[in-house]
């Protein structure tokens, strides 16, 4: 299994480097990749949101492992992710709303002292303190994913007037080294937990000096930003009524669900499928994002271009593949989103397609604590494999309903608007 997993990740992450030098070599200069202000203002951007990933990534390898090293029971870390995920929910209900009244600056601070409080919460061996510690990383988890977006933004179109048809570039730029500081953290963490000896809460302390860092940089650096004429009531109001109005959100919101809460599971399942067998967590956490990696890598491509014997190696597997899937499954949702749900309810809409994304990720981890560890995790693998299928039922959906929509379909190269070099 040690062997496998190395090679492995070296084969990803070799495949993943040449899609890119040769996407790379083909794509022309653009006139965004020139102008100095803007790239100064995305590196501005860049320094902080980076470095709040890259913490974020850092702690997901050993989370798990942590918990059994406190000699907690399947069940009980099972409540654990469990509470996790009913924060996001909630907290993801009310985030865009706090965000914009505090303002995007202070949101971004306060995501980096959370984050930090949570890292802090695993020295404890207490379980309640556990269980506080992933609220805390809920509330943090909605920041990250809501103000920094939120400043960003604002400070694009509002304060420094760059063109609108920049902001995806940025995004798309940034979404493709996520990809590769995902890979690094994985093999930071595997270098400070197993490596120097340090243990499986070692990724955890390293992961606060860059929370800090992240932190006094938006301190330093950002200006504030905020808009409070925005009620949290008309914004649910007017997701919901988007929602419920238009059948391709509906369908679209149907996919989101299924898809992610089968992938909130499996980030619970993998662990404790690989663990038993010696495999290097970090490494194998480094070759799943590798996998999902050269998943986007595809995508752009593509789109450019118009029950028996337990075999750990096959899980492994298997388990690229789900990170395959979900690089290709990523972007092309993102862009769905752009072209279905409109701007003004995008943020309203998506508060609600998490609801029942955490719902049934919840829902799956406490019938998984109700049941024998062998017999129930391969049943909850039999019930995710239903849950997509029935995603693939609402995927079929939706491309009736938006077959003959000239707006959905990708771009010809040719057409298609600039995207500053990676």
């Not at 860049?46 to 069940?75: C, N, S, T």
């Not at 949702?333 to 809409?349: D, Y």
């Not at 609801?355 to 998984?368: E, K, N, R, S």
């Amino acid at each position: 299994m040690l062997v496998t997993a190395y090679l492995a990740f070296v084969v990803l992450l070799a495949s993943c480097l040449g899609l890119e030098l040769s996407r790379c070599r083909a794509k022309p200069p653009g006139r965004a990749c020139s102008n100095p202000s803007f790239l100064r203002f995305q590196l501005d951007f860049y320094q902080v949101y980076f470095l709040a990933l890259a913490a974020d990534w850092l702690q997901a390898p050993y989370l798990y492992k942590l918990y059994q090293h406190y000699h907690f029971l399947e069940g009980q870390i099972a409540i654990l992710y469990v509470c996790g995920l009913a924060s996001t929910v909630l907290f993801g209900l009310v985030a865009s709303s706090l965000v914009d009244w505090l303002g995007r600056k202070k949101s971004c601070v306060l995501f980096s002292l959370t984050y930090s409080l949570c890292c802090l919460t695993k020295l404890s061996w207490d379980y309640f303190v556990l269980l506080m510690g992933r609220a805390l990383g809920g509330l943090s988890t909605a920041l990250l994913f809501s103000a920094f977006e939120a400043w960003y933004i604002h400070e694009h179109v509002e304060r420094h007037d760059f063109p609108a048809e920049w902001i995806p570039a940025t995004f798309a730029r940034a979404a493709f080294w996520n990809h590769v500081l995902a890979v690094v953290a994985g093999v930071a963490a595997e270098a400070v937990a197993c490596w120097m000896g340090l243990g499986p809460v070692a990724p955890f302390v390293a992961a606060i000096p860059l929370l800090a860092l992240a932190g006094a940089l938006a301190l330093h650096n950002w200006g504030e930003n905020c808009d409070r004429q925005r009620a949290f009531s008309r914004t649910c109001a007017g997701g919901l009524r988007c929602l419920l109005s238009d059948r391709r959100v509906l369908l679209l919101g149907t996919i989101q669900a299924l898809f992610e809460s089968v992938i909130f599971i499996f980030v619970f399942l993998w662990t404790p499928v690989l663990d038993p067998h010696g495999a290097p967590l970090g490494i194998v956490f480094s070759s799943f994002m590798a996998a999902s990696l050269l998943g986007s890598s595809l995508y752009r491509i593509a789109t450019s271009k118009s029950p028996g014997q337990e075999s750990p190696v096959e899980s492994f597997i298997a388990f690229l593949l789900i990170e395959l899937a979900c690089g290709l499954y990523f972007p092309s949702m993102s862009f769905l989103r752009r072209k279905v749900i409109p701007e003004t309810e995008q943020a309203g809409v998506l508060n609600w397609f998490r609801v029942p994304l955490h719902l049934l990720a919840c829902l799956g981890l406490l019938v998984l604590h109700d049941s024998d560890h062998k017999t129930g995790t391969r049943n909850m693998f039999s019930i995710c494999s239903a849950v997509m299928v029935m995603a693939l039922l609402a995927v079929v959906g939706l491309f009736t309903v938006v077959r003959h929509n000239a707006e959905l379909r990708v771009p010809s190269p040719t057409g298609e608007p600039y995207a500053p070099e990676l």
